[in-house]
């Protein structure tokens, strides 16, 4: 079932659960649970297209690095999915080996514990499962770095591919244009009684469930948490004070250029940084991409004056001259991305601001940090990686001055990828939620999605997040 809050007077029943939010986490475990025959009430806080009116309320100030918050998650039915790019990886077994980071631990599960769940995870995802996951390049670099492999999904809109199956669930109720407002706790904080919800007509009301779900991303779930104070002070299950902290984003660092050997043989390179050089050089996981410009890009609405001036400067071999005008790379240069993992960081945290969005609620301020422990990542695999390159005979890496110089500031970018703000650990001194995804000190509250991430490896976070919710839906059914 699927209907509209906005033209109904309340949300009546009880639930085996209530699922907050309909993005691949959500409709994933709305849909499990269902099917084992569980009465479900999941919960939109967006329509069903996209609207500004919505999308405003996820307005976030960022008062660190920028990650562009409000523009790289949307809020309507299907989530970000509705923007996904589709790349898919799952995590690797090195990512949950027991080891601490910034003083903070890893993983308390092992890689066993989500593995078995990846078939699965790539039906959902319209990926086969006996395809894998395949590199596009042969070429490995000596000892350090191997070709990445990745499946590529359609991208799935979660909204197209499943609402008429929720819309024809009798298990499924699903209410969009509801957004939940407050958290109510049980006389001794132990459990969850119900959580309000409100719709854009100024309508409130409480909604029960036997279970709760978070499922709103990496900042809207800490806000949440965060917004819910008026019986517990610093926030709902917030007691060490680790709700929103740890915030990691995947880093995009522009590290420069290269010249390719044989560039009319070229086709796009992917490398992986290898387990063994991540552990002795104490550093984490490294995707490097490797492509060849074709033509030169500009944006905005001066672009084709831009474009004229970028192919007289490149024409001219002058590019070099004018960087300080505009950051640019000429046809036929090489340029390469990255997706570098960051590691866990306490001064990395989502928490709130002064002004409140239209329902009363503190909005979001992100304050993105990235400490030593990163900046020494994108160096030494900088480094290593123009070295391994040249001696592979492929070609010479023009590494960026801030990687060659330690006093300059690193550049980096955002990839919105939003992990760790409600991070799974076995002690509650450093996280949020314990190895089944429930809140610390309360027994009904659980938390899915990429926030629960101890760490963030190298792959894009969509594939993880489905095995954790399958995981999550077995040990709910048990």
């Known amino acids: 079932m699927l209907q509209d809050f906005n033209l109904l007077s309340n949300i009546d029943g009880e639930y085996d659960s209530c699922i907050v939010g309909t993005g691949p986490a959500g409709m994933t475990l709305a849909l499990k649970l269902a099917a084992s025959g569980e009465k479900v009430l999941l919960l939109e806080a967006g329509g069903l297209s996209y609207s500004d009116r919505s999308q405003e309320l996820y307005d976030c100030e960022s008062v660190g690095h920028d990650a562009w918050p409000k523009y790289t998650r949307l809020r309507y039915f299907g989530g970000t999915s509705n923007h996904w790019s589709g790349r898919c990886r799952p995590f690797e077994k090195s ?68 609402i008429d199956q929720i819309t024809a669930s009798e298990n499924i109720h699903c209410f969009f244009n509801a957004t939940a407002v407050d958290i109510k706790l049980d006389q001794s904080h132990q459990a969850v009684t119900h959580i ?52 990691m984003e995947h880093l995009n660092v522009p590290m420069g250029s290269f010249l390719y050997r044989e560039p009319e043989a070229f086709t796009k390179l992917q490398f992986f940084t290898d387990d063994q050089f991540c552990q002795s050089s104490s550093i984490g996981k490294s995707n490097i991409t490797m492509s060849i410009v074709s033509s030169v890009k500009s944006y905005g609405r001066t672009k084709a004056i831009k474009t004229f001036f970028k192919n007289l400067a490149c024409q001219m071999q002058i590019e070099d001259k004018v960087q300080f005008i505009s950051d640019f790379k000429c046809p ?41 422990y990163d900046q020494n990542t994108i160096r030494q695999a900088a480094l290593t990686m123009a070295k391994e390159f040249s001696n592979a005979g492929l070609g010479q ?75 999550l839906a077995d040990h709910l059914k048990a």
């Open 95 to 162: 990512d949950f080996y027991d080891r601490s980071i910034n003083g903070l631990p890893g993983w308390p599960i092992r890689y066993g514990e989500i593995e078995p769940y990846l078939p699965e995870a790539m039906t959902i995802l319209d990926l086969d499962p006996d395809a894998g996951f395949k590199p596009i390049n042969k070429p490995s670099l000596e000892d350090h770095f191997y070709p990445d492999a990745f499946a590529q999904s359609p991208p799935t809109r979660f909204q197209a591919k499943y």
């Open 397 to 471: 890496i023009r590494l960026a001055d801030f990687i060659l110089n330690p006093e300059q500031e690193i550049k980096f970018g955002h990839h919105a990828h939003h992990m760790g703000t409600t991070r799974m650990s076995d002690d509650p001194k450093y996280g949020v939620v314990d190895r089944n995804s429930k809140v610390h000190g309360l027994d009904n509250l659980y938390i899915a999605g990429s926030s629960v991430f101890s760490t963030g490896g190298a792959c894009n976070p969509t594939m993880p997040i489905i095995q954790l919710c399958l995981r």
């Open 332 to 372: 036929g240069m090489g340029t390469i991305g990255t997706l570098i993992e960051q590691a866990p960081n306490l001064d990395s945290r989502v928490s709130l601001g002064d002004t409140t969005d239209s329902f009363g609620l503190l909005k979001a301020q992100l304050n993105w940090q990235i400490g030593a």
């Open 196 to 247: 309000q919800v409100a719709n854009y007509n100024g309508l409130s009301t409480p909604v029960k469930a036997g279970t709760f779900i978070l499922c709103l991303g990496g900042l809207e779930t800490p806000r949440f948490m965060l917004n819910c104070n008026k019986q517990i002070k610093s926030g709902i299950g917030n007691r060490t004070d680790m709700v929103g902290r740890c915030f």
